[in-house]
């Protein structure tokens, strides 16, 4: 059963950064293509990026420049660094891991980030 906690969400001005952590248990981390996903009030759950082991990456264009998604395969964790938000931004974020050859997903728990003056 794979696992995913996620940590670094909170409440930040406009122009501020947050970054989120996610680690996983899972017996084989590169098995796994690693993201993020977000859900604002009343809208559906959108990609935000995603990053396989072998580097490719897929990311929303509204968070291009500003996102940045790493992972680091040693210790099982995928990482958003967030820089430059905005109020639209708010969302609980959600991070997913899918397995690259069975496609099943697994979701973690959900971090609350309010971007709010």
């Known amino acids: 059963q794979v696992q995913l906690v996620e940590s670094g969400g909170g409440l930040v001005q406009p122009g501020g950064s947050l970054r989120l952590s996610c680690a996983a248990s899972?017996?084989?981390?590169?098995?796994?293509?690693m993201g993020w996903y977000r859900q604002a009030p009343g809208k559906e759950r959108e990609l935000v990026a995603t990053?396989?082991?072998?580097?490719?990456?897929n990311r929303r264009d509204s968070v291009k420049g500003r996102f940045t998604l790493s992972r680091d395969d040693t210790k099982n964790t995928v990482y958003l660094q967030m820089n430059s938000l905005k109020p639209e931004d708010t969302a609980v974020y959600y991070c997913?891991?899918?397995?690259?050859?069975?496609?099943?997903?697994?979701w973690g728990q959900g971090t609350q980030v309010t971007v709010s003056s």
């Open positions: 899972v017996t084989i981390f590169p098995a796994y293509t």
């Open positions: 997913n891991a899918q397995h690259v050859v069975q496609r099943e997903n697994y």
């Open positions: 990053l396989s082991s072998g580097g490719i990456l």
